[in-house]
């Protein structure tokens, strides 16, 4: 299946896709038993160092990029919100607000501020929003807005209900319920002019755009107050907003526009080609209700109804998965007629409107999907068909179409694998096909192909070994076949064969090897050792896609000279299937990747502008902990007893990273080098004497960050009698 004639050069043709909306970003789902917390979360901040914070049910979690945990109020009430500002984290409860700040150990301590209020009462508030504006924190209640500064409480309590507050053009801007939009001055709230258009629509949140102030409403979609002229949004994203309950507005840094709702979750909206991204249950969400979002960096934070949400933006692979198992494992893939078409163990798909349909009548195992002059062939458990759009025409009934290609040096001559032996193939003028079955000693599945010359073949049985063919000059009969067998030669099971530059190449048993027709006997290719234990998913005149069929599934692009890239991302290694993933290339820069539950595009010069850009974060290092104390890094002339270091654990993180990974050396009176795929980096039974740590982050091509270090001593004491 891995053949040149997939690549398409009609790159013009790629905007056309009807399934660009449906590739969406890789999610990262985190469920209340993950984070120890309650499942509603309605606030998020993020300090400079990415670390997150939750206002959550059960009160403030705290992640630092690997580990969770939950920090009470005093009176165990719920925070509906919370605000990142310096060194402090400012959080709003039930008639409560203040601010919480880490200790020397890195607990968070809280700090009450309402003891600040003079002459003003509660009245059952909740503090749904915080905002920093100048030297200012402003704490907003439905009721009121309290404004702390100079360690001084100032309330602004008008007769309206509270729904929104954001700084504009110099200004505080104030959403009042179903009454329109008001501005703060002079300890109380004006209204704006030319509000009618809000009147009795109930406002949920506000951001600034290009053009204007973007004001969302519950049911009724958003308008734009560009200066004093408000006006229903003109967006195509604004009759979705309406249906399914706008909550939450993010102003992308990608240019796009989030919209987090209530019933369908987040829609990541393109002002310029007006089209949305959906990111909900069918795509992977947890949960639709989404009650917080916010962007750090290259991610987007949701806080769900039920969970928290991590979301990888302008990722360079981007996945359609089946999440209801309709589609099944995905065998190939092909691009004809302006149309992508989906092979898989359940039949033949392809994507109209951008909705995933059906092939009528093609159900049971495709194992091919090829252009064969100019004709879109399907390799089925029951023949070969033609694909006319979306109808199937029967071409071949020899069962298990598994792999066809072109008969060097023939114009319309073909050659294919099926389930018993070889069958060929010879377009007729007319545009039909002439199908014959190969006579001779071929009478075995032949799952892979690939010619040396018009005559030679070389074919794989998926059980039994290899083969080397010779087929008489009308191609329709088998002149002889030799078995390769022997000390130097591959092993029988599961080979690969491919024409390489004029060679033929093997891949069996984690081992490349090549056919040398000198010698007439199978060597090892010098050229591949040290691409042993990767299994080549795509080549071409230029480059090499390699997949590691270790744990790490990690796949390298490379010219085998000087460009080379590695890419690593958890989801593409968690779907991709050993011996049955396949890569189809719609350009130097674009391919899709087969996966277990759907497929991937691939972006390779995005992921070499993130490359390019992206300077890998030096990991922060928190605590070590011996079996007794837990210490703080930057302490100076770090001892550990002894009879406290069999096991001692030094916690990393990097919260600007995704599922970041680790490279760590120890060095001391025992040595340590290895890869890391958590911040919890683990020592036993270490001798005593004087030790250096460092560590790094590792990016997706496996470079380092610099490193972060730390230096500590087992002291001897209380080993020996004294």
Sequence with gaps: MLNSSKILILLYLIPALTIAQNLLPPIYNYKPLEYKGASKNWGLSVNEKGELFVANNKGLLYFNGEKWSLNKLPNNTIIRSAASVGDRIYTGSYEEFGFWKKNKTGVLEYTSLTHLIKNHLFTSEEFWEILQVDNKILFRSFSAIYIYENDKITVIDPQEIISDIIAYKNRIIVAAGTEGLFEIKDEAIVPLDNQGLLVDKTITDMVIIENGLLIGTKLNGCYLLDDAKLEPWKAMVNDELKMHQLNKILNLTTKKIAFGTIKNGVYLFDPDTQTSQVLNKESGLQNNTVLAMLQFNNQL??????????????????????????????????????????????????????????????????????????????????????????????????????????????????????????????????????????????????????????????????????????????????????????????????????????????????????????????????????????????????????????????????????????????????????????????????????????????????????????????????????????????????????????????????????????????????????????????????????????????????????????????????????
């Design 301 to 722: 934070w949701l806080g769900l109804d039920n969970g928290i949400a991590r979301v990888r933006l302008n990722n360079p692979i981007t996945y359609y998965t089946d999440y209801y198992g309709t589609l099944g494992m995905v065998y190939d893939m092909a691009f004809h007629n302006n149309k992508l078409y989906v092979g898989s163990n359940t039949g033949v798909f392809y994507f109209e409107n951008n909705e995933l349909k059906f092939v009528e009548g093609s159900q049971g195992h495709v194992w091919d999907l090829e252009v064969v002059a100019d004709n879109l062939f399907c390799g089925h458990n029951t023949g070969t068909y033609k694909l006319n759009h979306t109808k199937l025409e029967k071409v071949s009934s020899f069962s298990g179409g598994y792999e066809i290609k072109k008969i060097p040096e023939q114009n319309s001559s073909y050659m294919q694998g099926t389930y018993n032996g070889l069958v060929k193939y010879k377009k007729r003028e007319d545009d039909s096909w002439e199908v014959t079955k190969v006579d001779g000693d071929v009478n075995f599945p032949i799952k892979q192909l690939c010619f040396e010359t018009p005559n030679i073949l070389w074919a794989a049985h998926p059980y039994k070994g290899f083969y080397r063919i010779h087929i008489n000059n009308d191609f329709d009969e088998v002149v002889s076949i030799k078995q390769y067998i022997g000390e130097n030669a591959p092993s029988e099971f599961n080979i690969k064969i491919y024409n390489i530059k004029n060679q033929i190449v093997f891949f069996n048993d984690k081992t490349w090897y090549k056919y040398d027709p000198i010698l007439d006997r199978i060597i090892l290719f010098e050229e591949f050792q040290k691409f042993n234990n990767k299994e080549l998913l795509f080549f071409d005149d230029s480059y090499f896609w390699f997949v590691d069929n270790e744990e790490e599934k990690e796949i390298i692009h490379t010219n085998l000279k000087t460009d080379s890239l590695l890419i690593t991302d958890l989801q593409l290694r968690e779907r991709l299937v050993s011996d049955s993933q396949n890569m189809i290339k719609l350009s130097d820069s674009l391919a899709f990747i087969t996966l277990s539950d759907g497929f991937a595009k691939i972006n390779r010069s995005q992921f070499q502008k993130q490359l390019d850009s992206f300077a890998l974060p030096t990991p922060t290092l928190n605590f070590i902990k011996d079996e007794k104390d837990t210490h703080t890094v930057n302490q100076n002339a770090l001892k550990i007893p002894f009879k406290y270091s069999h096991d001692i654990t030094i916690e990393v993180a990097s919260p600007e990273l995704i599922q970041p990974r680790y490279h760590y050396k120890l060095k001391g009176p025992k040595n340590y080098e290895a890869y890391a795929t958590n911040g919890f980096i683990n020592f036993q039974n270490l001798p005593y004497g004087d030790y250096f740590f460092n560590v790094s982050t590792v990016g997706i091509d496996n470079e380092t960050s610099s490193p972060s270090t730390v230096e500590f001593k087992i002291s001897p004491l209380g080993t020996f009698p004294r």
